[in-house]
């Protein structure tokens, strides 16, 4: 317990909060790997109360004065400590480790600290330790969910339809772990101290922490609540550059999935854009976590695909996403099905799946202009003059491309059909035309007066 207490006392001398967060960790330093079990073995269920306040308020703390509610909270906080380690060694040298009981030693500790935060003025400077309290909190509230499931716990709801509540219970102690993270994200948000001494420097640890949580519990509405409690207090916070670069990225990631959910791909693309710019370069599997939305937003907002080199070192994205970018360029319409089906599961998993089906609208329009270019040039009027273009092309000619690049061979296609495809294709890239509509009675679409963006090859 020693060394424990000499970094504590280390920790409040110079007021570190990393350095004092490392002593509440439930994961032993590589230089100490035994520390967690020499820190249990150090005393007993009837003497650790008056080992740990000793150890805190006396023989380790000879240089620093703790209040006497202050104190308290500390010795509460690696009271609960003590309890978890001894949990958490029992899971470990056990087959059948029991992670609810380890789950619920753990919350005491966060509970602990945020009464220590609420009720006892633990200072600013000492909040990384409600990040370590958090983070193992959510780790441990999955485990304790996951071994439930895998014992086949049965919960008051069992036996109802699966379409009415039969979710509910599956992830009781991460809902639980939720709660306990949203009182931090309140400690952080509502403490009114100057920012230089204020615990509002933690809140976008927690939020982040917060967005985490929800997306497992698939409940990704309960994160608008919190942009909104942000952006509420936005004025009394301090910028968000000022916050440290890896609460910043996965702050923007997240926020960009959540506006790319709700179909906002202008926004979601500037902070895909920005987490993506600001993501360390060594950290690859983030950096593919953030390609996995970019991609579709890029591609629905400038339809453009990411390029090989783009693509290279990340297998998964290069398997899912080579494909779809192939056919779309080709106008393969049925190749884009296959792929899109081939990579359903992923897509859908990804929560990208309707959005990628967008892209056979892009797939749709490249076709078209390769029936355009076909149609070649019409004689010049004058002798000597610069050809022209065709610009008055018969719809047979794009309904017969649809049916060779759709490869069915159902009957053909009504103009009717051919002419609401290719008004809904130029609807999507510019106003609505004027009254004189897509074509005319002779069967023929007029190209000329469109927006030249429907006559452009669009991805590259």
Known sequence: MEVVFRDFKQAQLIGSGPL??????????????????????????????????YGILHHAN???????????????????????????????????????????????????????YSGAGFPSWTVPC??????????????????????GAVTFNAGFQDDVVGDFGKNEKLEDAARVINRMFTLCISDRAPL?????????????????????????????????????????????????KSH???????????????????????????????????????????LTYLIPCHLL????????????????????????????KSGDLAGFDAALAAGENEFVKRRIYLT?????DIALRNLLRKVFLAGGFEAPKEEGAAPVRRTRIPVAEFGAAIRLGSKTEEGRLENDEVECLLANMIYKVSPPPSASGTGDASGTLRLSSYHPTFLQSGTH
Not at 30 to 37: F, G, I, S, T
Not at 146 to 151: E, I, L, S, T
Not at 304 to 322: K, Q
Not at 356 to 360: A, D, H, N, T, W
């Open 130 to 151: 409600l990040y370590i309290a958090g983070r193992y909190l959510r780790i441990f509230a999955i485990k304790a969910d996951d071994q439930a499931r895998a014992k």
């Open 20 to 53: 004092l967060s490392t002593t509440i960790s439930p994961i032993a330093p590589p230089a100490d790997p035994d520390r967690l079990n020499t820190f249990y073995r150090g005393s007993n269920s009837f003497s650790i109360q008056s080992d740990i306040r």
């Open 248 to 290: 910043i990225v996965t702050f923007k990631y997240y926020v960009g999935v959540i506006l790319f959910l709700e179909e906002d791909y202008i926004k979601a693309e500037e902070n895909l854009t920005a987490a993506w710019k600001m993501c360390h370069k060594d950290a690859r599997r983030n950096r593919e976590l953030i």
């Open 196 to 244: 230089e001494e204020s615990r509002k420097w933690g809140i976008y640890y927690t939020t982040n922490l917060l967005f985490k949580t929800y997306f497992k519990l698939n409940s990704i509405g309960l994160s608008k609540n919190i942009l909104r409690a942000l952006q509420a207090s936005k004025t009394d916070m301090p910028p968000l550059e000022a916050f440290p």
């Open 356 to 360: 990628l089906e967008r892209g056979r």
């Open 301 to 328: 907002t400038t339809h453009t695909l990411p390029t090989t080199d783009l693509l290279a070192p990340y297998p998964r994205l290069r398997a899912l996403f080579t494909p779809l970018g192939r056919y779309i």
């Open 62 to 116: 000879t240089d620093v004065r703790f209040s006497k509610a202050e104190g308290t909270a500390w010795v509460e906080v690696y009271v609960a400590y003590w309890k978890a380690v001894g949990e958490l060694l029992a899971a470990e040298e056990t087959p059948k480790a029991d992670w609810t009981k380890v789950y619920e030693a753990w919350k005491e500790v966060a509970n602990a600290l945020i009464r220590g």
